[in-house]
């Protein structure tokens, strides 16, 4: 099993930035890939980005492409969500979640509880 904890969200002006973090506990992430989504007000939970913990190789959703990086910490076992650039729309619960390869990016097995980024005009 893998537990995760995220933290770093807040309230931020248009323009700004924030860094989000996701503390991992449990096995080993080998093998697994770790992402981030977002859930607005309203509307389904979407896909923002993630890495592969081994190889470090990333993947953006086209909203955030140029914007937001996604990296790891393997010695802190933590996955980073670098956020620059923030828009409105950009307002969400942030989710960090895990899966074990060869699960596909729509079947991430393990979620963490959530933190609120808030972008104000």
């Known amino acids: 099993q893998v537990q995760l904890v995220e933290s770093g969200g807040g309230l931020v002006q248009a323009g700004g930035s924030l860094r989000l973090s996701c503390a991992a506990s449990?096995?080993?992430?080998?093998?697994?890939?770790m992402g981030w989504f977002r859930q607005a007000p309203g509307k389904e939970r979407e896909f923002v980005a993630d890495i592969n913990w081994d190889f470090g190789s990333t993947y953006y959703a086209d909203s955030v492409l140029g914007r937001f990086t996604i990296s790891r910490d393997n010695a802190k076992k933590s996955v980073y969500l670098q956020m620059n650039s923030l828009k409105p729309e950009d307002t969400a619960v942030y989710y960090c979640?895990?899966?074990?390869?060869?699960?596909?990016?729509?079947?991430?097995?393990?979620w963490g509880q959530g933190t609120q980024v808030t972008v104000s005009s």
């Open positions: 449990g096995r080993t992430l080998s093998m697994y890939v």
């Open positions: 979640a895990a899966r074990l390869l060869p699960a596909p990016r729509s079947q991430y097995q393990h």
